[in-house]
């Protein structure tokens, strides 16, 4: 059984959570784009984020981070309100690596530059430190051998899985993707997926904005569906998807199978 | 949204194929030919192509080859066949350029041996000219030292500091037995070297600055003050700007504080510049993806290393070819401080060309100034290419 809205309010404290979103508003300029938003991610959690598309998904896992900022409500990452305070928002950035659409690797830096690049400048870590890191990681990701090209040379796929190796090097405890997968070519996508994967059974708390339903079936212990800035309904992926309770989600749900 | 998979793969087609074979598809499909036709490509294809489409394109190029041909046979025959290289020494000691006066169809280059020392070094006194030639090659030293990549680090600016005092000391003198040298005195080169080098190198990092705060949103007055610097510097013409750095700023100022003339001429070179120049770097900033900086973001970067990690390593290169073209415009805008008196190349060959023995070879005097000016400039066109092409070389955008 999936539940609706109304039951996934946090209980628990702040502390013993990895994200919590309480009654979360945000505007821009008269457009309502979060509607209380509530949610609560636990430590080692995996969500999956589904919705139509300007249903406000980017928008909420950017306010995660902070690369968006809300106006009304709370959001708490690992017992840290995010507030104007920039010492939080720093804690946080360290603790929250994100994965774009676009990949956004930086393309005047290689493959190695990119993924040292903020554990040396952020982390203060020393430069062998950093690469011998770096290189572990870019093994995780199966391309230890692009390390010295630059973004630019490589494909899609290849790119993102960068992507996922520079935001694990600043060992995040939380990661946010934000469709990881959709700028890509259907060949490169279970590459990228596998990756995810891979990083779910090792247990990181992860919050994915994502429409691979066989990912989010595999993974997800939860899923969460938005339409028009709102929370309507979460649950388990196997509940969501075969038992939908709302009209809203039954037709995103006929709307993407017929798609896929 | 695939940008960088689907992009990359276009046939290359001929450019003067289509020319040639109006009607022929680019795709043979009975069969691939192994060769182009003949006269698509080398030389004659490309005269075909440009030059000789049709009788019209044909007559035009013929008559403007007649001028053409025409203008350079008079140049040569005036620069070099019929050229007075050296002229006599008249009783009383000085050179007669009579001769040259005589035939007024060649030039005289005679004025140039005369002459170039004073254009170079202005007033500078002739037996201490090696002080101010070797700070010109020292100028030059650190430009080829700059220009080279592996050199771009921290110790750089260490040596443009030392070099710069080294310069100074060489041309002020007063030490070592090297008699001391008023800076009214100076002139020729070195002024406009000095002009140009100091008015970009401040006038770079301030406009780097400027672009930054004019683009900055949590910092309003900074970005007013900004946008009132760049609009009321690029308001002006620069020589209205250098009248008032002249005469209007001594009239403010207290007795006895009073800046020297040329001081006062290398601000308002380096505001002006600043000003230019920031517009230029604000509009690499804006061809960033937003992307790039919410990347930067994410991963906990500090505004300042943002800034300078990732934001102005990428806006600059995207940026060099009208940087570069801001940099040589204000190379040769040094010479306007003619107009204020300051002794800089122009203004030495312009004191040349008054000496009442050389009257009437001014032609000769500007074309060695041109010369001069060229040969910097040409450098820095070279040089800027030559780096996009290095930024570019390992990124297939
Ligand atoms: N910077 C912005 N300024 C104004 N409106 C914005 C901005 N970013 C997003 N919006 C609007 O906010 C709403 C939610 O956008 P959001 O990007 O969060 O949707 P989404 O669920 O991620 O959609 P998609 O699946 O297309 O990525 C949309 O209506 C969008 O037009
Ligand atoms: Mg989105």
Redesign the interface.
Same mark, same amino acid.
């Given at each position: 059984m999936s539940q609706t809205a109304e039951m996934t309010r946090p209980t628990t404290s702040n502390e013993s959570n990895a994200i919590v979103l309480d009654r979360v508003n945000k505007w821009y300029g008269t457009l309502h784009v979060l509607r209380d938003v509530s949610m609560t991610v636990g430590h080692k959690e995996r969500v999956v984020v589904c919705g139509p598309s300007g249903s406000g998904k980017s928008t909420m896992i950017r306010c995660i981070n902070r690369l968006e900022s809300h106006q009304e409500g709370r959001i708490f990452v690992d017992g840290t309100e995010l507030t104007d305070d920039l010492r939080a928002l720093d804690t946080i950035r360290r603790e929250v690596g994100m994965v774009f659409q676009s990949f956004n690797l930086f393309p005047h830096l290689t493959i190695l530059e990119n993924c040292t690049l903020a554990p040396i400048w952020v982390r203060k870590m020393p430069k062998a430190e950093a690469e011998a890191l770096a290189m572990s990681y870019l093994e995780r990701v199966k391309i230890p051998e692009q390390a010295k090209k630059y973004p630019g040379q490589l494909s899609g796929g290849q790119q993102q899985r960068v992507a996922i190796a520079r935001a694990l090097c600043m060992k995040p405890k939380i990661m946010l993707f934000d469709e990881p997968t959709s700028a890509l070519d259907p060949e490169m996508i279970k590459e990228v997926l596998d990756t995810m994967i891979g990083l779910a059974e090792d247990g990181m708390t992860m919050v994915c904005v994502t429409h691979e339903m066989g990912f989010a079936r595999r993974v997800a212990d939860r899923v969460v569906f938005m339409d028009r800035g709102e929370i309507v309904e979460s649950g388990t992926p196997t509940s969501m998807f075969e038992d939908p309770q709302t009209d809203r989600l039954k037709l995103f749900l006929s709307q993407i199978l017929r798609g896929h | 949204?695939?940008?960088?998979?689907t992009i990359a793969k276009v046939h290359p087609v001929p450019a003067t194929a289509g020319a040639t074979a109006p009607g022929s598809a680019p795709f043979n499909q009975s069969g691939s030919r192994a060769h182009p036709p003949i006269a698509s490509t080398g030389v004659i294809g490309w005269l075909r192509g440009n030059l000789f489409r049709g009788w019209f394109s044909s007559a035009v190029t013929l008559a403007l080859g007649y001028f053409v041909v025409k203008w350079v046979v008079g140049l040569v025959y005036w620069a070099l066949i019929r050229a007075h290289w050296t002229v006599p020494i008249s009783a009383n000691g000085q050179p007669d350029p009579s001769v040259c006066r005589a035939a007024t169809d060649g030039a005289c280059w005679a004025i140039i041996g005369e002459k170039y020392r004073f254009v170079l070094f202005g007033l500078y006194p002739y037996a201490e000219q090696w002080r101010p030639a070797i700070c010109v090659a020292l100028f030059i030293a650190l430009y080829c030292i700059s220009a080279s990549r592996r050199f771009w680090r921290k110790e750089l600016l260490v040596v443009w500091i030392a070099t710069l005092a080294l310069i100074g000391a060489l041309m002020w003198g007063g030490f070592a037995g090297m008699t001391f040298v008023s800076q009214d005195a100076w002139g020729g080169l070195p002024i406009t070297l000095m002009l140009a080098t100091f008015g970009l190198a401040f006038a770079f990092p301030l406009s780097v600055l400027v672009a930054l705060g004019r683009r900055s949103t949590n910092l309003p007055a900074v970005k007013l003050l900004c946008v009132l610097y760049v609009e009321l510097i690029r308001g002006v013409p620069l020589v209205s700007l250098l009248f008032m750095a002249s005469v209007m700023f001594p009239l403010f100022m207290p007795v006895g504080l009073n800046p020297d003339k040329l001081l006062r001429a290398q601000v308002a070179f380096i505001l002006f510049a600043g000003a230019y120049l920031a517009e230029v770097v604000r509009g690499g900033l804006q061809t960033l993806?937003k992307?790039?900086f919410?990347?930067?973001?994410?991963?906990?970067?500090?505004y300042w290393?943002k800034t300078s990690?990732?934001v102005l390593?990428?806006a600059l !290169?995207l940026v060099i070819p009208p940087l570069v073209n801001t940099f040589i415009g204000f190379f040769k805008d040094t010479s306007l401080v003619l107009i204020i008196g300051i002794f800089d190349l122009l203004t030495a060959g312009k004191a040349a060309m008054a000496d009442p023995i050389w009257n009437g070879f001014s032609t000769e005097i500007y074309l060695m100034l041109a010369a001069v000016y060229f040969m910097f400039c040409f450098a820095m066109s070279r040089y800027s290419s030559g780096l996009e092409r290095e930024?570019n070389r390992?990124?297939? !955008?």
């Amino acid at each position: 059984m999936s539940q609706t809205a109304e039951m996934t309010r946090p209980t628990t404290s702040n502390e013993s959570n990895a994200i919590v979103l309480d009654r979360v508003n945000k505007w821009y300029g008269t457009l309502h784009v979060l509607r209380d938003v509530s949610m609560t991610v636990g430590h080692k959690e995996r969500v999956v984020v589904c919705g139509p598309s300007g249903s406000g998904k980017s928008t909420m896992i950017r306010c995660i981070n902070r690369l968006e900022s809300h106006q009304e409500g709370r959001i708490f990452v690992d017992g840290t309100e995010l507030t104007d305070d920039l010492r939080a928002l720093d804690t946080i950035r360290r603790e929250v690596g994100m994965v774009f659409q676009s990949f956004n690797l930086f393309p005047h830096l290689t493959i190695l530059e990119n993924c040292t690049l903020a554990p040396i400048w952020v982390r203060k870590m020393p430069k062998a430190e950093a690469e011998a890191l770096a290189m572990s990681y870019l093994e995780r990701v199966k391309i230890p051998e692009q390390a010295k090209k630059y973004p630019g040379q490589l494909s899609g796929g290849q790119q993102q899985r960068v992507a996922i190796a520079r935001a694990l090097c600043m060992k995040p405890k939380i990661m946010l993707f934000d469709e990881p997968t959709s700028a890509l070519d259907p060949e490169m996508i279970k590459e990228v997926l596998d990756t995810m994967i891979g990083l779910a059974e090792d247990g990181m708390t992860m919050v994915c904005v994502t429409h691979e339903m066989g990912f989010a079936r595999r993974v997800a212990d939860r899923v969460v569906f938005m339409d028009r800035g709102e929370i309507v309904e979460s649950g388990t992926p196997t509940s969501m998807f075969e038992d939908p309770q709302t009209d809203r989600l039954k037709l995103f749900l006929s709307q993407i199978l017929r798609g896929h | 949204m695939n940008q960088n998979t689907t992009i990359a793969k276009v046939h290359p087609v001929p450019a003067t194929a289509g020319a040639t074979a109006p009607g022929s598809a680019p795709f043979n499909q009975s069969g691939s030919r192994a060769h182009p036709p003949i006269a698509s490509t080398g030389v004659i294809g490309w005269l075909r192509g440009n030059l000789f489409r049709g009788w019209f394109s044909s007559a035009v190029t013929l008559a403007l080859g007649y001028f053409v041909v025409k203008w350079v046979v008079g140049l040569v025959y005036w620069a070099l066949i019929r050229a007075h290289w050296t002229v006599p020494i008249s009783a009383n000691g000085q050179p007669d350029p009579s001769v040259c006066r005589a035939a007024t169809d060649g030039a005289c280059w005679a004025i140039i041996g005369e002459k170039y020392r004073f254009v170079l070094f202005g007033l500078y006194p002739y037996a201490e000219q090696w002080r101010p030639a070797i700070c010109v090659a020292l100028f030059i030293a650190l430009y080829c030292i700059s220009a080279s990549r592996r050199f771009w680090r921290k110790e750089l600016l260490v040596v443009w500091i030392a070099t710069l005092a080294l310069i100074g000391a060489l041309m002020w003198g007063g030490f070592a037995g090297m008699t001391f040298v008023s800076q009214d005195a100076w002139g020729g080169l070195p002024i406009t070297l000095m002009l140009a080098t100091f008015g970009l190198a401040f006038a770079f990092p301030l406009s780097v600055l400027v672009a930054l705060g004019r683009r900055s949103t949590n910092l309003p007055a900074v970005k007013l003050l900004c946008v009132l610097y760049v609009e009321l510097i690029r308001g002006v013409p620069l020589v209205s700007l250098l009248f008032m750095a002249s005469v209007m700023f001594p009239l403010f100022m207290p007795v006895g504080l009073n800046p020297d003339k040329l001081l006062r001429a290398q601000v308002a070179f380096i505001l002006f510049a600043g000003a230019y120049l920031a517009e230029v770097v604000r509009g690499g900033l804006q061809t960033l993806p937003k992307g790039q900086f919410e990347a930067a973001d994410a991963l906990g970067l500090s505004y300042w290393r943002k800034t300078s990690l990732i934001v102005l390593p990428q806006a600059l !290169r995207l940026v060099i070819p009208p940087l570069v073209n801001t940099f040589i415009g204000f190379f040769k805008d040094t010479s306007l401080v003619l107009i204020i008196g300051i002794f800089d190349l122009l203004t030495a060959g312009k004191a040349a060309m008054a000496d009442p023995i050389w009257n009437g070879f001014s032609t000769e005097i500007y074309l060695m100034l041109a010369a001069v000016y060229f040969m910097f400039c040409f450098a820095m066109s070279r040089y800027s290419s030559g780096l996009e092409r290095e930024f570019n070389r390992n990124r297939n !955008r």
